[in-house]
């Protein structure tokens, strides 16, 4: 598995848009990008995943350049409900039943009101 | 629909004294399945994980070991805990042959505390 390197912790204020970077300069040909959302005393939850350029659900967006060396989940209009922390994985989706998800620190997000 | 099942929810035990937590899955069959520890304040670790009946794999050599007796049902065992266990044990399962999906499915959890 590729490794991940992301900003430990972030702060925002409620209604802002957050952007948090995952860095993965050794990522495969055959690697998506995946990100997780833990909140406190719960199991992490899949937010989104994506190969390359841009993937949009009713959670978040994920943004991805040319190169897939980094990728941007952005979080629109984040609430104090969104305080948690957040995870980049990268891996080969089609070796997934077989590969365990390697976890990184995430980045920790504190929204303020 | 699939669910995943944890038991205890929280648990405090005497350090010296033995383990088993119980991790079921419903609604699929044939998963991967994953033991995960999260340390105060840290990530989460990858403890064991199982692509099949008897089929273990340790990802971190300690004290602690995983059984899988049964299709759905992953147990995590240790005979005598260590202060260094405490944590947040999580079970997961995903399917075996994703095709477009890199995604895990997490149970509650089982907070243990060592004392």
């Known amino acids: 598995l590729a490794k991940t390197t992301q900003p430990i912790s972030m702060d925002s204020y409620e209604g802002q848009e957050v952007n948090i970077t995952c860095s993965h300069n050794n990522i495969a040909t055959n690697d998506y990008i995946t990100w997780y959302q833990q909140f406190p005393s719960q199991g992490p939850r899949f937010i989104i995943q994506g190969y390359k350029t841009k993937v949009t659900n009713e959670v978040a967006s994920l943004f991805i350049p040319a190169d897939r060396k980094s990728s941007t989940l952005s979080l629109p209009r984040v609430s104090l409900s969104d305080t948690a922390v957040y995870y980049c994985?990268?891996?080969?989706?089609?070796?997934?039943?077989?590969?365990?998800?390697?976890f990184g620190k995430g980045t920790r997000l504190s929204v303020i009101a | 629909s699939q669910t995943i099942h944890q038991w205890p929810a929280t648990l405090v035990q005497p350090v010296g004294s033995p383990l088993s937590l119980e991790c079921t899955v419903e609604g699929t069959s044939n998963p991967n399945l994953y033991w995960y520890r999260q340390a105060a304040g840290r990530g989460l670790q990858l403890l064991f994980y199982?692509?099949?009946?008897?089929?273990i794999s340790s990802e971190v050599p300690q004290n602690l070991s995983a059984s899988r007796p049964q299709d759905r049902q992953f147990i995590l065992s240790s005979k005598k805990l260590l202060l260094s266990d405490s944590g947040f044990y999580l079970c997961?399962?995903?399917?075996?042959?994703?095709?477009?999906?890199?995604?895990?499915?997490f149970g509650p959890g089982t907070r243990l505390t060592v004392t």
């Open positions: 994985l990268v891996g080969d989706v089609t070796n997934s039943g077989n590969t365990p998800l390697v």
């Open positions: 997961a399962w995903s399917v075996k042959q994703a095709v477009t999906t890199y995604e895990q499915y």
């Open positions: 199982s692509v099949g009946i008897g089929q």
